[in-house]
């Protein structure tokens, strides 16, 4: 009995704790303008979206960690030349689907503002059929990426905008080209 009691009040100091530092998780998702830069590509930024969850851990009154797990997808349109550099046929549109792993610093300018930037992890989870037809896996697997942006905090909503870079090369061809993914994104995400 000693033991449960005090294994109790353990549990309910934690969640008090966490409580009175505003630790949340919660979901979120948005619209991801996307574009790959390099030569290949048309140089504009096309609609796609994103889904995930996130979880906001404090490290003091104004700076918290917060880690997501994002289901990502990049539409991105070729340029003319595509196919006859790289010998493809039939690729116009595509779609590059990531799980994305951001890894925010939080920064509260006040209750309802807070400044994020930090690293951003990638993962290919889907190649594009038409890469596969043409024997080849055009991107690259894994991808790295800076990213920063703003969060407007109402209750349990966060509105939030962001710029993600690649740092990463995703030319998996032949190194013709130097392909890094920019997204601009803007979503709604839910405490719970």
């Given at each position: 009995m000693k033991t449960k009691s005090?294994?109790?009040a353990a549990c309910l100091f934690f969640f008090t704790a966490s409580y009175a530092q505003k630790f949340?998780?919660?979901?979120?998702?948005?619209?991801?303008?996307?574009?790959?830069?390099?030569?290949?590509?048309?140089?504009?930024?096309?609609?796609?979206?994103?889904?995930?969850?996130f979880a906001t851990i404090p490290l003091g009154e104004r700076i918290a960690i917060?880690?997501?797990?994002?289901?990502?997808?990049?539409?991105?349109?070729t340029s003319s030349s595509f196919s006859d550099i790289y010998n493809f046929k039939n690729i116009s549109n595509i779609e590059?689907?990531?799980?994305?792993?951001?890894?925010?610093?939080?920064?509260?300018?006040?209750?309802?503002?807070?400044?994020?930037?930090g690293p951003q992890f990638g993962v290919a989870i889907d190649?594009?059929?038409?890469?596969l037809d043409n024997g080849k896996e055009a991107f690259k697997t894994g991808d790295f990426a800076v990213t920063g942006g703003l969060q407007v905090n109402l209750l349990k909503f966060r509105l939030y905008g962001r710029?993600?870079?690649?740092?990463?090369?995703?030319?998996?061809i032949g190194n013709k080209e130097n392909?890094?993914?920019?997204?601009?994104?803007?979503?709604?995400g839910i405490a719970l």
């Open positions: 005090l294994l109790f949340a998780i919660g979901i979120k998702g948005g619209a991801n303008l996307g574009k790959i830069s390099g030569m290949s590509f048309k140089d504009e930024y096309k609609l796609g979206y994103q889904v995930g969850g917060q880690p997501e797990v994002l289901f990502n997808q990049t539409n991105v349109d590059l689907k990531q799980l994305t792993i951001p890894i925010l610093l939080n920064v509260n300018i006040n209750k309802y503002l807070t400044l994020q930037a190649q594009n059929k038409n890469w710029f993600t870079g690649g740092m990463t090369n995703l030319d998996n392909w890094k993914v920019q997204n601009i994104s803007v979503g709604l």
